[in-house]
């Protein structure tokens, strides 16, 4: 098991005086508000999916649902990157396949101080 | 050495730490598991809490919680894209106050409560699995670990892993869900009061409806905490599904919104998470709460009552905790923790706010899946409201500008019978 400290791997280079998001109008990217978030990383991954079953998948909720934007499309696969998970669960209901979904280990995952 | 509980409580929640203060102060011994480093660091929700049952359960309360404001000020905001209109209704709502606070914290300080009342409260550790013997639950594996008891109190929360290993509940549809995505930003207490016109002390609680929800079904809201704003916004499961909304690009959004920009200018964003909302009320809660050797508690159970201007979550999980908490120590008199023995738990509850408002609010779910009060009327309303107030060469009633807004996306027969069904379910 490791523990990475998600937050400076995430989370967008800050230019200096210029935090992202700052003024009103400018969008913060997902990966910047992701490093916002503690996290500490399991060497494994919580959420798996299946990928034979999600190449048939036409639907593929999972792309746009996620809060995270932790799956993405590459050559017609989906991938999905698990650090950064928000462990809400929305994926799990979107997914009208079975996806294998659990929450991270017992201490691991997000650390919210404003949940 | 196998070490029996007479109660294992799971999930931190309000509904877990509901009951396990009520059982170690009635001096069983238990054990609460919470699978986030620290208790509150899985917990998220908007941003308010109902305090009566808080209030009455625990008596230093208003002494020793973490409140960052009490509310002054409910808002109802209906948005398009470039327009916002606003109800507000400033009054004083003692003694039966709604607080804004921080729910991470709230739960660090209900776990602290739990410790005093001689709980054992240990964090880190995520359930896996229930001990199942003939029918019967009778303790929990975590890991490689397992723990016995004479019953679980399961509070695991919105995704329901053991109780339906338990067999008590289906897993969720997307039409019974929301999620909602929040950003706290970061702004001084003194410039909250500016911009919110509020004394110390004083807090903002304003929902919004139509465009942050990508006039999908679900709507935006806005917290004044003492120093940060709690901003976020929630969109039923299959509401996303159906417009293929980008979840993880809505608050930003909103955030970004002339309306909103204007009021967080000063601020920056400190923290981001998501989480899912139960939102069918009455008609989303399992038939059966009790098992043999186990109770739900909370979000598990469905235990959030949406009435559109209001969303009421933790006082009920909380209430719920405390009523499983006293099922269970009448079981442990009895030494019976079978169905039919934990079964009083549903009567409780129904003679209980937790069942009876919900039940009050049974149709006002189906009311609020009306998509017609976040797409259609947000919209007309602000459209109708802009022309009635600018003037210019000529200016017209606000009959003939209503039914011109209405042509081809409403009918009057639709919005009476939208306004009466309004008028009543609420």
């Not at chain 1, 503690?38 to 798996?48: G, L, M, N, R």
């Not at chain 2, 908007?46 to 049952?53: A, M, V």
């Not at chain 2, 109780?163 to 019974?176: E, F, H, T």
């Not at chain 2, 739900?296 to 235990?303: E, I, K, P, T």
């Amino acid at each position: 098991m490791s523990d990475v400290d998600v937050g400076e791997k995430l989370g967008e280079k800050e230019k200096p005086g210029e935090k992202p998001g700052e003024k009103p109008g400018e969008k913060l990217s997902i990966e910047a508000r992701l490093g916002l978030v503690a996290f500490t990383i399991d060497s494994e991954a919580h959420i798996k999916v299946k990928e034979e079953v999600c190449k048939e998948c036409k639907l593929r909720y999972c792309l746009f649902v996620c809060p995270a934007k932790l799956y993405t499309e590459e050559d017609g696969e989906i991938k999905f990157n698990y650090e950064g998970c928000l462990e809400c669960g929305t994926c799990r209901i979107a997914c009208p396949q079975d996806l294998d979904w659990n929450y991270p280990k017992g201490g691991f995952g997000a650390h919210y101080q404003y949940g | 050495m196998e070490e029996k509980f007479d109660a294992i409580v799971v999930g931190a929640g309000a509904a877990g730490l509901g009951a396990a203060y009520r059982l170690a102060k009635n001096g069983l011994n238990i054990v609460l598991l919470e699978r986030g480093q620290r208790i509150g660091a899985k917990n998220v929700y908007g941003g308010r809490i109902y305090s009566h049952i808080f209030e009455k359960e625990i008596p230093e309360f208003r002494k020793e919680a973490p409140i960052e404001r009490w509310v002054k000020k409910e808002r109802l905001t209906l948005m398009n894209s470039d327009d916002a209109v606003t109800l507000e209704l400033f009054s004083d709502f003692s003694p039966n106050d709604s607080f804004i606070s921080i729910l991470s914290k709230f739960n660090e300080w209900l776990g602290k409560k739990v410790e005093e009342a001689g709980g054992l409260v240990i964090p880190g550790i995520k359930v896996d699995d229930l001990i199942m013997e003939d029918g019967t639950v009778k303790g929990i594996v975590a890991g490689d670990e397992k723990l016995y008891a004479d019953v679980v109190i399961d509070a695991e929360g919105i995704n329901p892993i053991l109780a339906r290993k338990a067999g008590l509940r289906d897993d969720w549809k997307p039409n019974q869900v929301a999620v909602g995505v929040k950003e706290v930003i970061k702004i001084s207490e003194d410039k909250i009061n500016d911009i919110f016109q509020l004394n110390e002390g004083e807090g903002v609680a304003n929902l919004f409806l139509g465009y942050p929800s990508s006039y999908g079904l679900g709507g935006g809201f806005l917290y004044t905490n003492r120093d940060t704003i709690s901003l976020g916004v929630v969109v039923r499961v299959d509401s996303a599904i159906a417009k293929q909304i980008p979840i993880y690009d809505i608050v930003e959004d909103f955030r970004n919104h002339p309306f909103v920009a204007r009021l967080l200018k000063e601020g920056s964003p400190i923290e981001y998470s998501a989480h899912l909302v139960p939102e069918e009320g009455f008609n989303g809660i399992p038939r059966n709460l009790a098992g043999n050797g186990i109770l739900l508690a909370g979000d598990v159970a469905g235990f959030v009552l949406n009435r559109g201007i209001t969303i009421r979550g933790v006082d009920l999980a909380f209430l719920s905790g405390l009523i499983a908490a006293e099922t269970v120590k009448e079981a442990h008199e009895a030494g019976d923790f079978s169905r039919t023995s934990l079964k009083a738990y549903e009567e409780k509850l129904k003679n209980s706010i937790v069942l009876s408002e919900l039940e009050t609010f049974k149709r006002t779910s189906t009311l609020l899946g009306n998509l017609r009060f976040y797409e259609t009327y947000p919209q007309i309303l602000c459209e109708i409201l802009k022309e009635a107030y600018t003037v210019g060469e000529s200016s017209r009633k606000v009959y003939p500008i209503l039914r011109e807004k209405m042509k081809g996306r409403l009918s009057l027969f639709t919005l009476i019978r939208d306004v009466i069904s309004a008028v009543r379910n609420l």
